[in-house]
């Protein structure tokens, strides 16, 4: 039995197409997009189903692209505007200490050394000994009056220059506290926005992908139906 079809309208045998209502709903779609008119009754032949299909096919590819660049577009956006994804100025710790810091840093170091208390127990014990024994007069006998007191400035005056060496020294830490909470920051925003991308792309490509094996299906069917008629023609 011969059909007009509804794309074409060219004649086929009724074996050589298929009918409207066979087709998948978003063929359907597809297919008002590029004729309104079509019945419920309306018969397609397989040369212009197969156009159709490859025309389909290559309309999804490109939404695909299009989607997954749109994607890409709202990631580099905010990637302009989100402050914690512009790149981390670090601070060159090049600035010239004063005589006073870098004074402050080395009397720091060596205050707080094995070195320090060694010498300094050294010269408190040759300092007893020489007011003890050796001197008949020492210039400061006991209870070592004088040492006492040298005690006391070395204490009041350490103990200010080491606290500026450590403020200095804070404030480095705090610097450094700040950069790292700023890439961390950094690194989980990125990490998100990555999420974001494979989410959009894994949720797209499966649903294409599916798409595109029951088109394949569909192909398959019409192949087996053309082989079909050729087998009851012969």
């Not at 060219?10 to 019945?39: H, I, Y």
């Not at 350490?158 to 700023?182: C, H, L, V």
Request: net charge negative.
């Amino acid at each position: 039995m011969e059909k007009v079809c509804s794309i074409t309208g060219r004649v086929f045998e009724d074996t050589q197409g298929v009918m409207w209502m066979e087709l998948r709903p978003s063929l359907k779609n597809f297919v008002k997009e590029l004729k309104t008119e079509v019945a419920d009754d309306s018969f397609i032949s397989y040369n212009a189903l197969n156009e159709i299909t490859r025309d389909y096919v290559a309309k999804i590819t490109r939404e695909e692209v299009e989607a997954y660049h749109v994607v890409v577009e709202k990631i580099k956006a905010q990637y302009e505007y989100d402050e914690t994804l512009k790149p981390i100025e670090i601070k060159q710790d090049n600035e010239e200490l004063s005589f006073a810091d870098k004074m402050s840093d080395k009397i720091a170091e060596f205050g707080g050394s094995w070195s320090f208390i060694m010498l300094f127990l050294l010269f408190m014990l040759l300092w007893m000994i020489l007011n003890s024994v050796y001197l008949a007069k020492g210039f400061d006998p006991y209870p070592y009056i004088l040492l006492n007191l040298m005690l006391s400035c070395v204490a009041a005056l350490q103990a200010p220059i080491i606290m500026m060496s450590q403020n200095r020294q804070e404030d480095k830490d705090r610097e450094r506290s700040e950069y790292d909470y700023k890439v961390n920051l950094k690194a989980e925003t990125e990490i998100r926005l990555l999420h974001k991308k494979l989410d959009h792309l894994l949720l797209h490509q499966q649903k294409n992908t599916v798409e595109m094996l029951q088109l394949q299906l569909d192909l398959t069917k019409q192949v087996q139906q053309s082989i079909e008629a050729l087998k009851h023609t012969k």
